[in-house]
């Protein structure tokens, strides 16, 4: 078995997709079929057991909009799920800061969100995390909702329990989860709540309030309007009529107030229009049609995954970062490439690359490590930290940024600025 680029024999370690405090999230793709699979490893002992909960659970659901557990396994201490690809990335990269993105499209992820809501509410399933890096996106640009760390059961036939538990992330939060150690709360409108906040940064292109409490000045002010009492606070002047008074309602501050998530989809803004309905794309189209004609997933390749085949070290599960390694010249790694907006192409070499990011890391005191020869660790402040990777393209460099901790808004917006900060140097047919 050859570590540092394989998992197991014949999976390749091909990106990094995600990281957090339990470890990283790295995509697998089978040399031989295509075939790949996201990997989530955790590696201390307490989190694998919350991880070994998680894994029940999320191996119960399955719905288009409900990213798959496709199974897990422990090894020498470290629990490993295996979860479908999702190439399309996450869905806060497709949002613009202070702008947001196209109503059509906004609307087509909301329902999309609802549904998957829908299900696991109907199922008894609380997810108590949703926000837009937690939502995910295939190749065929569909929501799959992600990372059921924090779920939980609160509903077992027609028995609902009321949750005590403050969790989730705090700007999409509702008041009353913020308040569950006063008050215990329902799971479905708090779900529902944190499900209009993402639809407002998708139309607003940011958030409203830091916190939902009255000591949050610009929820404090949210709160006076909802009474009639103040005037609309900025973000929400951004948006279209029905699409207000949808968020006028979702968001009430009461969950009694709330509709309901059939209420939801009866209300105007949802209904169907007559609307071009363009798929987004961030590669040329036949790179797309090339990634849909990768193999698919076969019950033997993910029995070696599962069962048979002894992983490598966890020290081992090494990005391969050079450009002419075995791993990443092969062309079913390239086609499952996990598509990002965070990305530009510069007129140098990678060594160039990474000095002239740090010359712009330097002048915004930003501060950063070497992973590697080619990739960074930068911490931009105590809210957003990312992860920067420079390969050679063509005649150039192929610069990737991610998003490492932090939000996405934030993320974006940081990322926006080392971009145009690196422009001079932008090949001519860049796209980002």
């Not at 070994?52 to 496709?70: F, K, S």
């Not at 690809?85 to 329902?111: S, T």
């Not at 999409?172 to 008050?183: D, G, M, T």
Request: aromatic residues 6%.
């Amino acid at each position: 078995m050859a570590a540092g680029g394989e998992f197991v024999e014949g999976w390749l370690v091909a990106q990094v997709l995600g990281e957090g405090a339990y470890g990283e999230v790295r995509l697998l793709v089978h040399a031989g079929s295509g075939a790949a699979v996201a990997l989530k490893a955790v590696r201390a002992e307490g989190e694998a057991a919350g991880a070994c909960r998680e894994a029940a659970l999320h191996r119960a659901l399955r719905h288009p909009h409900v990213l798959r557990c496709l199974g897990e396994r422990t090894h020498q201490g470290l629990h490993y799920m295996f979860l479908e690809y999702a190439q399309g990335g996450e869905l806060f990269d497709r949002i613009e800061p202070d702008a947001g993105m196209g109503e059509a499209a906004a609307r087509r992820y909301w329902r999309q969100l609802l549904a998957g809501l829908e299900y696991l509410h109907g199922r008894g399933v609380a997810h108590r995390d949703i926000k837009p890096e937690n939502l995910l996106l295939d190749h065929n640009d569909n929501v799959k909702i992600s990372d059921f760390g924090m779920a939980t059961l609160f509903r077992h036939g027609a028995r609902e329990r009321l949750l005590s538990r403050v969790c989730g992330t705090v700007p999409y939060a509702a008041p009353e989860v913020l308040a569950a150690a006063e008050r215990p709360y329902r799971a479905a409108p708090a779900d529902l709540w944190a499900a209009a906040l993402v639809l407002l940064a998708m139309l607003a292109g940011e958030l409203p309030w830091e916190r939902a409490h009255a000591t949050d000045a610009r929820f404090a002010a949210w709160c006076a309007c909802a009474a009639g009492a103040g005037a609309l606070p900025a973000p929400f002047r951004k948006l279209p009529p029905d699409a207000l008074a949808l968020l006028q309602r979702a968001l009430q501050p009461q969950p009694e107030a709330r509709p309901g998530l059939q209420r939801l989809l009866r209300m105007r803004w949802l209904a169907p229009k007559e609307e071009a309905a363009r798929a987004w794309r961030s590669q040329p189209a036949a790179a797309d049609d090339c990634a849909d004609a990768a193999g698919e997933l076969s019950a033997a390749d993910m029995d070696a995954l599962l069962s048979h085949s002894q992983p490598a070290h966890a020290d081992d599960l090494l990005l391969a970062t050079q450009h002419d390694s075995p791993y990443t010249q092969n062309e079913f790694v390239l086609q499952r490439l996990v598509r990002r907006m965070t990305r530009m192409r510069l007129r140098c070499d990678e060594a160039a690359a990474l000095r002239a990011l740090c010359d712009a890391l330097r002048e915004r005191g930003y501060s950063w490590r070497r992973l590697d020869h080619n990739r960074l660790a930068i911490e931009c402040d105590a809210e957003v930290r990312m992860r920067a990777w420079a390969v050679r393209a063509g005649g150039g460099a192929l610069l990737e940024v991610r998003r490492s901790r932090g939000c996405g808004l934030q993320f974006k917006r940081r990322y926006l600025q080392l971009r145009d900060a690196l422009r001079p140097l932008a090949a001519d047919d860049d796209g980002t």
